[in-house]
């Protein structure tokens, strides 16, 4: 009996460590491609309504997300919150009725500031696509993974560069190649 709860918990303490650059990249894929079919707040930051009736970013279900997922590096999740920077200092002084009145007349009125509202920003549309490889290209301390996706007969590679902590992997930048 102890013997199976030890082997229960060195599972459970194993989920959401990536043993290796690939295990990281894998992680995070794996779980932005089930997240983007559900809720927006999962996969990025959303738009609400303030106390005091402006609008403003929320995205702390996303990092959340992304803490729990034990494979993205504090420096990717503070390159994430630069990322959703833009778009708040775009909505400083925007009351939340102007922001409904434009979105709603024009999705694409936020683009250029907010253009995680037209994409999704790890497959680059708003298309869903799938895996279809991932191959370690190099690296001790820091290694590159390049991951294909595929949707239909396209198919789009991202350099996921990760680093090593401890005996964890963990993505500190996704680009598209």
């Given amino acids: 009996m102890r013997l199976l709860i030890l082997i229960v918990f060195l599972m459970i303490s194993s989920l959401g460590k990536a043993q290796s650059p690939t295990d990281a990249a894998l992680c995070f894929y794996n779980w932005y491609l089930q997240a983007i079919k559900g809720p ?9 309504k303030s106390s005091t009736g402006e609008t403003v970013l929320d995205y702390e279900q996303y990092f959340h997300n992304l803490d729990s997922l034990g494979c993205v590096s504090d420096s990717f999740k503070i390159s994430e919150k630069l990322r959703f920077q833009t778009c708040q200092d775009h909505f400083q002084d925007i009351p939340f009725v102007e922001y409904y009145e434009n979105i709603d007349n024009n999705p694409f009125f936020y683009e250029q500031p907010c253009p995680f509202f037209t994409k999704y920003q790890w497959v680059g549309d708003i298309e869903y696509w799938s895996i279809g490889s991932v191959e370690q290209v190099s690296g001790i301390d820091q290694a590159t993974v390049n991951l294909t996706l595929k949707t239909g ?18 993505i500190d930048k996704i680009e598209r190649r």
Wanted: aromatic content about 8%.
């Fill in 153 to 170: 007969a396209e198919q789009r590679v991202w350099r996921v560069t990760t680093i090593q902590n401890g005996h964890n992997w963990q």
């Fill in 40 to 48: 927006a707040k999962a996969h990025t930051a959303i738009v609400k």
